[in-house]
């Protein structure tokens, strides 16, 4: 299973609508409005990294109005 973080930035005045439509996805697991340079967080739960892929392409990249992502893979380690 792998864990990642994805960072939104969204265009100016379409935050409710990413947030609407990336909250129908079932691989979300948490979605969060921010303020800062990112618009809005997500948390995707997905088995594997060809999964991760598959999200970016199905999903991400169909939502209007997203501008850029950055993914960052969760890592187990707890010192």
């Given amino acids: ?12 005045g379409t935050e409710e609508k990413v947030y ?6 079932e691989r979300i697991k948490e979605i969060y409005r ?3 340079e990112y618009d809005i967080i997500i948390r995707v739960e997905v ?13 991400l990249r169909k939502v209007k109005n997203i501008e850029m ?9 707890r010192g």
């Fill in 34 to 36: 921010v303020y800062g």
């Fill in 47 to 59: 088995e594997n990294i060809h999964e991760l892929d598959r999200f970016h392409d199905e999903v």
């Fill in 69 to 77: 992502t950055e993914t960052l893979i969760a890592s187990s380690y």
């Fill in 1 to 12: 299973m792998i864990e990642a973080f994805v960072l939104v930035v969204v265009k100016p």
């Fill in 20 to 25: 609407s439509a990336l909250s129908k996805e």
